[in-house]
């Protein structure tokens, strides 16, 4: 239920102002959760700093994009479940309109009788930005001799099985190596939590029936959702965490796009402001393109809608027993594992990546002053996203 002390405020302002955070968040989870800090904390004081970074640090152990999941949580709490609702659309669909337009990109080009090598250099800026992420994520992990073995060897594991099963094995090893590896007593100390089990219901009849349907038929808009619904419920943070996961699946599998489409709207969403998980639009629309423009958006929306339904959902779920779930340590122990296990699946899909890529010298330069740029914080994303675009023109 939300907040006693929220239930005078207007839900068209506080929609304004997650309007203002979605077109405002570029660079991922952790430059979102700033955005947020400024915007609904420091203007707004829709909640304290302290309740801020305890929804973050809720949203980073359930699976699903940790900044979505954060600001629903936000609009659970002003104004209830409807409200987290209207705060999601608010926040995920401006970019996820950009993206399924931009899924038409390489039609757009062949019509105009343009070289898709225009899009070269996209690839090589995005697997920059993978390679940044990496490394990011590999700082804040590798913290003992647990962590780097968990990272090493879910990078090899994963670097010789591509198939998607992988996935979600190895992070559940990782939770429960994390879990067995700690010296913390009463893990699983029992809370009276009393939560409301028909979100939780409806999030594993969704994941099982999809699963079973696809089985049963083949059709293929069914296929898109049930992948990216798997997507939604499988990974752990932000969406460069996803990219392993979805590269595998959607290229090296199903073959629904090349690896170069895949690093192109990979790497326009660098660009954009909001949630990285919308890149599932561009993806969805991608694998449709094919059967026309009415299914082409049709599978952009069940990219989208796929991806971020399970979050949603798991919020629903978990936020109204939030207080007593804190007093849960296993919880919180588990992503020691987690975390390490999705640092390697991101180092190996950068160096995937960049076999996919190739190493000529112009690619390899272009990454290297993709990474160059963002660790310098000297020139935002979306101006080098820009820069990479004129340069495939130009040259």
């Given at each position: 239920m939300p907040d006693n002390t929220m239930s005078n405020i207007k839900w068209s302002v506080f929609l304004e102002d997650v309007l203002v955070c979605s077109l405002s968040a570029y660079g991922g989870p952790e430059a979102h959760v700033g955005i947020f800090l400024d915007q609904l904390v420091a203007k707004k004081k829709y909640l304290e700093e302290e309740e801020l970074i305890e929804l973050v640090g809720l949203c980073s152990i359930l699976p699903g994009p940790t900044s979505t999941q954060t600001i629903v949580a936000t609009g659970y709490k002003v104004g209830g479940p409807l409200l987290a609702f209207y705060t999601m659309l608010v926040w995920a669909l401006p970019v996820l309109i950009i993206m399924t337009v931009l899924s038409f990109l390489y039609q757009f080009l062949d019509a105009k009788s343009l070289s898709p090598k225009v899009l070269r250099y996209i690839g090589p800026m995005a697997v920059g930005?993978?390679?940044?992420?990496?490394?990011?994520?590999?700082?804040?992990?590798?913290?003992?001799?647990?962590t780097v073995s968990l990272f090493a060897l879910s990078a090899?594991?994963?670097?010789?099985?591509r198939d998607p099963w992988i996935f979600p094995v190895v992070l559940v090893l990782g939770g429960a190596v994390g879990i067995i590896s700690s010296k913390e007593k009463n893990l699983w100390n029992r809370v009276n939590l009393q939560p409301p089990w028909i979100y939780?219901?409806?999030?594993?009849?969704?994941?099982?029936?999809?699963?079973?349907?696809?089985?049963?038929?083949?059709?293929?808009?069914?296929?898109?959702?049930?992948?990216?619904?798997?997507?939604?419920?499988?990974?752990?943070g932000g969406g460069q965490v996803v990219v392993p996961v979805?590269?595998?699946?959607?290229?090296?599998?199903?073959?629904?796009?090349?690896?170069?489409?895949f690093l192109t709207g990979y790497g326009l969403v660098q660009g954009l402001p909001g949630p990285m998980f919308s890149f599932?639009?561009?993806?969805?629309?991608?694998?449709?393109?094919?059967?026309?423009?009415f299914w082409q958006?049709?599978?952009?929306?069940?990219?989208?809608?796929?991806?971020?339904?399970p979050g949603l959902l798991l919020i629903y779920f978990v936020?109204?027993?939030?207080?007593?779930?804190?007093k849960i340590r296993g919880i919180k122990v588990s992503l020691k594992g987690i975390n390490a296990v999705a640092g390697g699946l991101i180092t190996v899909s950068a160096i995937i990546l960049m076999n996919k890529n190739g190493y000529e010298?112009?690619?390899?330069?272009?990454?290297i002053l993709t990474i160059i740029l963002l660790y310098l914080k000297k020139i935002p994303a979306p101006l080098i996203v820009i820069g990479v675009l004129l340069l495939g023109f130009v040259i």
């Open positions: 930005f993978i390679v940044l992420a990496a490394y990011r994520i590999g700082r804040k992990v590798l913290i003992d001799k647990v090899i594991i994963t670097y010789l099985i939780l219901g409806t999030f594993i009849a969704i994941a099982i029936g999809t699963i079973i349907l696809t089985m049963l038929w083949d059709i293929k808009i069914l296929k898109i959702f049930e992948s990216f619904y798997r997507y939604g419920y499988l990974v752990f979805m590269y595998s699946e959607l290229v090296e599998i199903n073959q629904y796009m090349t690896s170069q489409e599932s639009a561009y993806a969805g629309g991608m694998a449709m393109r094919d059967n026309g423009t958006v049709l599978a952009a929306a069940a990219g989208g809608i796929g991806i971020f339904l936020y109204p027993v939030w207080e007593n779930m804190k010298l112009d690619y390899v330069a272009v990454t």
